[in-house]
């Protein structure tokens, strides 16, 4: 993956197959401390514990299709080449928790990519049946996307109009520039 | 902390007002861009940010787009499968932003299959 806007499509894809209804992603990025953070969290099916042990193997995957599973072995791989940390929590049944952390000035460290893309793709195709909250930390500045309450103020229009697709996405870059 | 708002509520809500709604009408054709991580990786995410920014300075009202997982065939990604409403869908592979967008005009719009970039047509569903 190219960047890490990427990497937080595929894992809410992730989220999104296991019957997700609520996906919040966090990035955090603590310059002083020098570390990014990553967090997604999901109510989806959840994995039992003997399986969360497997899951960043590369040769794990529940898919019928082909039985490879690259996406967390990736995040994972992505984290290490920046002298970082990967975490998955997960209980069967409430959800799955997943944080990745990096350190902020690494060579290897991926670049964050291009948020507000990543958000667009997944209101504009999954966002009238899954909520979604994203929050966005940068030193002491910030800010929070959340779908469920713009479905509120947006009322009777629906969330995948292409002119309200369009809004969002000029809204997200702009509150992205402002960090 | 700060929430995003939409702002400028009557301004869009005009804008809709304007053409049909999505929800009201049916729908006249389905894309399903394939979201699997190899896809991700191949450039899937581009192919869909194209089709939502095509659609919305065409102001399509009749067209869905949304997303599947993994389709099983890494090396053709990105891959779409498009769905006219009453005819079998058609798979096409190896997409790229300039290609999706002559999908979108001769296939979708005007209802002229592009061979050159078909994998399958009227095979399996994607779900
Ligand atoms: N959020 C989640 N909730 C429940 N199960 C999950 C979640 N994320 C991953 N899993 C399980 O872990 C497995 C491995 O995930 P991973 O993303 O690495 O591969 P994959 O999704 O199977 O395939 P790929 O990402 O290559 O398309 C999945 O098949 C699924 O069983
Ligand atoms: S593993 Fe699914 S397309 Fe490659
Ligand atoms: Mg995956």
């Known amino acids: 993956m190219r960047d890490l806007s990427l990497h937080v499509l595929d894992i809410v894809e992730n989220s999104i197959a296991a019957g997700a209804k609520n996906i919040k992603i966090i990035i955090n990025e603590n310059i002083e401390k020098d570390v990014l953070t990553l967090t997604i969290q999901d109510n989806g099916k959840g994995i039992d514990k003997k399986t969360l042990d497997k899951v960043i193997d590369p040769f794990y995957s529940t898919k019928k299709i082909r039985r490879i599973g690259l996406g967390l072995s990736m995040l994972a791989q992505a984290t290490k080449e920046a002298d970082g940390s990967f975490n998955i929590e997960s209980q069967k049944g409430k959800g799955t928790a997943i944080t990745a952390t990096f350190v902020y000035s690494h060579i290897d460290r991926k670049p964050i990519g291009d948020m507000a893309e990543t958000l667009i793709t997944l209101v504009a195709t999954q966002g009238l049946n899954v909520d979604f909250i994203y929050e966005h930390h940068k030193n002491s500045h910030g800010f929070i996307f959340d779908t469920k309450s713009i479905k509120q103020e947006l009322k009777d229009l629906p969330l995948n109009d292409p002119e309200v697709i369009n809004h969002l996405r000029r809204n997200l870059n702009e509150e992205l520039e402002k960090l | ?127």
């Open chain 2, 1 to 127: 902390m700060r929430k995003l708002k939409i702002g400028d509520l009557e301004k869009i809500r005009e804008k809709v007002r304007r053409t049909a709604n999505l929800r009201q009408g049916k729908a006249r054709a389905k894309i399903t861009v394939h979201m699997g991580t190899c896809g991700i990786a191949a450039g899937a995410r581009d192919i869909l940010s194209t089709l939502l920014k095509e659609i919305g300075k065409k102001k399509l009202k009749d067209i869905i787009v949304t997303t599947s997982g993994c389709a099983g065939l890494c090396s053709r990604e990105p891959m779409a499968t498009v769905e006219i409403t009453g005819k079998p869908p058609v798979k096409y592979v190896d997409l790229t932003a300039e290609k999706i967008k002559k999908i979108l005009n001769i296939h979708i719009i005007k209802g002229n299959i592009i061979n050159d970039y078909v994998l399958a047509i009227g095979s399996e569903r994607t779900h």
